[in-house]
């Protein structure tokens, strides 16, 4: 890379992220830390452009400074890595089983994880076959207080309580829309937590009692499934 190009950083904000990111990519391609002599050398960066961008990324965790000077991935680094096999890993799990459940006649399935204190996100969907659906999609945060999944997710996750097997399947009506409602069951990683919930969800009118139960069952059986493929546990005396 031309040094005379980096002497001065672009103030342009996609630049700067670019930079950082090639920084971060630098230290990944080593299987020990690195000294900022090597850092420079590898990115073509002065040191002075290096330390000014390290500094917002030992900010945000992910990249840490040792008592020897030298820097590695930090904490958050690892966090994302672990988010991206997880995210993988329940596609691989979990979709099979949600157009299952729709090829069954139930409502759209989803696949609903913690996002923050106040959100959960819709990471996996496939839509029913039904005319009218529910308005959810992909990467969608929904609010984590409200809904079958979301109540779900705040008793396992944020109170930290656990329900009894008889109690895993949560229904909701009209609690995060009017209109909508949905059925919710937890599936369980091999740690024993709760790592997302399978939600059935659609109009509120199509959740007749008969409708009700037929997609308790079957997202029981779902959730089930998807717990025993992560590795997981289901809770005795359910499913």
């Known amino acids: 890379m031309n040094r005379s190009s980096q002497s001065e950083p672009s103030s342009d904000g996609v630049a700067a992220v670019e930079r950082a990111l090639s920084i971060v990519d630098a230290i990944a391609q080593r299987t020990e830390a690195i000294s900022l002599a090597d850092l420079s050398r590898a990115t073509g960066f002065y040191k002075s452009t290096l330390l000014r961008l390290i500094a917002s990324l030992e900010k945000s965790a992910l990249v840490v400074r040792r008592a020897d000077g030298r ?55 496939v839509d029913s076959h039904h005319s009218t659906l529910d ?43 009017p209109n909508c409602a949905a059925v919710a069951c937890p599936v369980f990683g091999p740690d024993g937590e709760m790592c997302g919930a399978i939600s059935l969800s659609g109009p509120k009118e199509r959740f007749t009692p008969a409708a009700i139960k037929k997609m308790s069952r079957l997202a029981s059986q779902a959730a089930t499934a998807a717990t025993q493929a992560l590795g997981g546990r289901w809770p005795a005396g359910k499913g």
């Open 135 to 177: 308005r959810i999609r992909v990467g969608d945060l929904l609010p984590l207080d409200k809904g079958a999944a979301g109540r779900l997710l705040t008793t396992y996750l944020v109170k930290r309580q656990t329900l009894p097997p008889s109690e895993l399947t949560l229904i909701s009506m009209g609690e995060r829309d």
């Open 71 to 125: 820097y590695a991935l930090g904490t958050y680094a690892h966090r994302l890595g672990r988010a991206y096999e997880a995210t993988y890993r329940l596609a691989e799990a979990v979709q099979p089983l949600l157009q299952q459940l729709v090829d069954q006649g139930t409502e759209s399935a989803s696949f609903h994880a913690y996002h923050d204190a106040q959100s959960r996100v819709c990471l996996l969907r």
